[in-house]
């Protein structure tokens, strides 16, 4: 079964920090996409990102970039000068193109970004 | 567009009693899911629907019944409370199950003494 991790429980950084989050992934199908959303204080759940494995191009978008990377098996997102309203849970998920299971997420990580 | 629409927000019940949990959409989407966050295990599929009259069970289906009986609406009902249901229990939906961005309702928090 698919399986995602998340490493880092919880990051703390000073505003205007770099902060990269850390999200590996295990999938036996070679289709798959993997998403990152943000869980911010409300506890709404908001996406950001979707990208299939067959698109390897980081992507960028403002302050936020991802890094997908397939030899490692790895889908790392970085925030840029980061803000306090970056604090939120972040999750990293993995959907099978062929597995009824849907997605998987991982744990999570608590981004604390302090003034 | 509401979006996806959960209610109630917040809930207890004593062990052993039943409720249903509301979720709605108004998007037209095929696919709706159930799934429950617990602290440190992020989120986890319950149940999910690709289309009226269709379920199936996800990760962790124990304790739990749904239906859909139209392409709105995706309750989810506990038939005997247990505290280890206490949860926050989130619904969402997308236009097909695979590779699609899921839109997330609001959540409904439960506590089960």
């Known amino acids: 079964a698919q399986k995602v991790t998340q490493a880092q429980t919880e990051i703390s950084v000073v505003e205007k920090e770099d902060v990269t989050l850390d999200c590996v992934y295990e999938?036996?199908?070679?289709?798959?996409?993997l998403f990152w959303y943000k869980q911010p204080p409300s506890g709404e759940l908001v996406f950001l990102i979707r990208?299939?494995?067959?698109?390897?191009q980081n992507e960028i978008s403002g302050r936020y970039s991802w890094n997908f990377q397939k030899s490692t098996s790895s889908f790392n997102f970085t925030i840029t000068a980061s803000q306090v309203v970056d604090s939120a849970v972040y999750f990293c998920?993995?959907?099978?193109?062929?597995?009824?299971?849907?997605?998987?997420f991982g744990a999570g990580t608590r981004l604390t970004v302090k003034p | 567009n509401a979006g996806v629409t959960q209610t109630p927000k917040f809930q207890v019940l004593k062990t052993g009693q039943s409720m249903t949990l509301q979720c709605a959409q108004d998007?037209?989407?095929?696919?709706m899911s159930w799934y429950r966050q617990d602290p440190g295990m992020g989120l986890r599929l319950i149940h999910y629907?690709?289309?009226?009259?269709?379920?199936d069970q996800g990760e962790v289906p124990n304790g739990y019944n749904v239906s859909r009986s139209t392409t709105e609406d995706f309750p989810l009902r506990l038939l005997s409370a247990a505290p280890s249901q206490t949860s926050v229990y989130f619904c969402?939906?997308?236009?097909?199950?695979?590779?699609?961005?899921?839109?997330f309702g609001p959540g409904t928090r439960l506590l089960v003494l």
């Open positions: 969402a939906s997308s236009q097909r199950m695979q590779g699609e961005d899921q839109y």
């Open positions: 999938t036996r199908d070679t289709t798959y996409y």
């Open positions: 990208r299939n494995s067959f698109d390897e």
């Open positions: 998920a993995l959907s099978e193109l062929y597995n009824n299971n849907d997605m998987r």
């Open positions: 998007m037209n989407h095929e696919y």
């Open positions: 629907s690709v289309g009226a009259g269709i379920t």
